[in-house]
């Protein structure tokens, strides 16, 4: 009996750490079963079956909350907006912010610079290795800067002691230098010599009518009065086509005028309106002519007269060209047109291609409804219907229909946005579920507008994971319920769709 408890101990342990069931008793033909034995088997049979339940509880939670690999993609001019938990993706057209996209197609970081890229909204910054940033710290007396950060910040430190640890002998001075001091050892006293480099001005100006006339070896200055002189000019006399003319220029008093024949003298006159300037004498007075009076406007252009003022106005011609863009459509909508006067006309995004071809392995039904034989649905077909105010019943978008050929999971998963608007006073919320009936949503998302943020587009996504014990046909449904507010609210589901996965239990 001790032999036996002796084995038993051996085997649990390895029983707690292998997903394989290994029983602690064999029985053989001939021997004698106690009821013990068959018990303990049937213990460690029912925990290691528990325990793999467990484990395949887990996968299927930690599945279900997985990104799939993205699938889908956008055409040019339209970007990514949303990717759902099943890899689609949900596309908005590109918003431009000027009349010109330009023709930038890459912007690369130089020296001193990091960042930079080819493709959307590119960064630039310093790079701090490079250009160091503006010191935002100083140190106290006593101390001085050890280092500077990337950021600016400053590291004091305090001098160890009077000796730097430089190699410094002497401090001698050149002659000549303006220098004066110098030694051999010790503190070194340097001065400048003021019989070479001139002092500081002591006194910075003459009093008035003085000039300064010399200035000391301490900065002093000597003022002096300017003396009384005849000059020494002898003659003015001016360069021919310079347009100055002098008079009396060899003695006296000498006068310089302007030459009107070489410089043109200032405008004095002007013309009446629908005249001209025509000509401009040397006296600066002027000739006045007759104003064109036919202008012609060219492609784009249309011209209007007015004969009293003999004013003519040029002005864009709108059936030619076409005025900016003044505005721009919310998300989830798109430019159908746009008027003469730059106004869009916006119109839901919504594929309205229903036309579909189904290729090896995949099957339409009449209603468009994608299926294959291996266990998948997909319907994006819907059409936008309205959630009466103050309706809280639950209503059915859609659904769709799965041929499951045995024991699995199915992952339902339901798409689309909401366009919400709340009441002054109320808000409003709607509820977008999956149910495998269409009078009771099995799980949903909610999405909620206030009173102080209006109408909205509201995006959702929802999905939901159901156990199939056997092989059947079974059909899903979009729905959809109000929970709060008394607001008309608009709903275009975008996608429903049922994948199976076979269960890994066998039954």
């Known amino acids: 009996m001790r032999f036996y408890f002796l084995i038993l101990g051996l085997v649990m342990p390895i029983l707690g750490s292998s997903g394989e069931v290994v029983v602690p008793h064999e029985f ?7 009821a013990s034995e068959v018990n303990a088997n049937f213990t460690t049979l029912a925990e290691q079956i528990n325990d793999n339940n467990t484990r395949i509880l887990s996968n299927e939670n930690s599945v279900a909350g997985k990104q799939n690999r993205v699938s889908g993609s956008c055409g040019e001019g339209s970007s990514i907006r949303v990717i759902n938990e099943d890899g689609s993706v949900v596309c908005e057209t590109d918003d431009s912010g000027s009349t010109s996209d330009g023709d930038i197609t890459e912007v690369t970081a130089g020296t001193g610079l ?3 890229g080819d493709s959307g909204k590119v960064t630039l910054s310093l790079d701090a290795s490079v250009v160091p940033p503006k010191v935002t710290a100083s140190c106290v007396a006593g101390q001085f800067v050890a280092s500077i950060a990337d950021d600016g ?7 160890a002691d009077t000796n730097s640890g430089g190699d410094i002998t002497a401090v001698r001075t050149a002659e000549g230098s303006g220098l004066l001091g110098g030694v051999d050892s010790g503190d ?3 001065s400048v010599n003021t019989t070479i480099i001139q002092s500081k001005l002591k006194s910075s100006v003459c009093v008035s009518g003085e000039y300064i006339e010399s200035v000391a070896d301490d900065g002093t200055v000597s003022c002096s009065k300017p ?18 003319v002098v008079n009396n220029g060899d003695s006296g008093d ?6 009107t024949g070489i410089i043109q003298a200032r405008v004095t006159g002007i013309c009446a309106v629908g005249q001209v300037v025509t000509a401009i004498a040397e006296s600066g007075t002027v000739t006045c002519g007759t104003a064109p009076t036919d202008v012609i406007s060219g492609a784009g252009l249309t011209d209007t007269t007015d004969s009293t003022n003999k004013a003519i106005t040029l ?8 005025r900016r863009l003044n505005s721009a459509c919310a998300a989830g909508f798109y430019i159908r047109d746009i008027d003469a006067e730059g106004n869009p006309t916006c119109e839901n995004d919504v594929d309205t291609d229903t036309t579909y071809t189904a290729g090896a392995g995949i099957g339409i039904s009449g209603n468009n409804q994608i299926y294959s034989t291996s266990g998948m649905a997909i319907r994006t077909n819907f059409t936008s219907f309205s959630v009466p ?16 050929p045995g024991s699995g999971y199915v992952m339902v998963t339901h798409t689309g946005h909401a366009l919400m608007l709340a009441s002054t006073t109320v808000a409003s919320r709607l509820h977008f579920g999956i149910g495998d009936s269409s009078s009771a949503i099995d799980t949903h998302v909610a999405a909620l507008v206030t009173d102080d943020i209006g109408f909205m587009v509201v995006p959702y996504s929802v999905t939901n994971l159901y156990f199939v014990p056997s092989a059947q046909i079974k059909t899903f449904y979009a729905l959809v319920q109000r929970n709060l507010g008394d607001v008309q609210n608009t709903v275009d589901v975008q996608s429903l769709t049922a994948i199976y996965v076979p269960s890994s239990i066998n039954n």
């Open 188 to 190: 070194a006293e340097l």
């Open 28 to 34: 053989r033909s001939g021997n004698k079963a106690l």
């Open 114 to 116: 990091i960042g930079g």
């Open 254 to 259: 000498v006068e310089l005028d302007v030459n």
């Open 389 to 404: 105010a103050s309706d809280t019943s639950v209503m059915n978008a859609g659904s769709i229909s799965l041929d499951i």
């Open 315 to 322: 002005d864009i011609d709108q059936t030619y060209v076409q």
């Open 153 to 159: 910040t400053t590291v004091c430190a305090v001098p």
């Open 227 to 244: 003396v009384s002189a005849s000059g020494d000019i002898t003659s003015v006399s001016a360069l021919p086509a310079s347009g100055v």
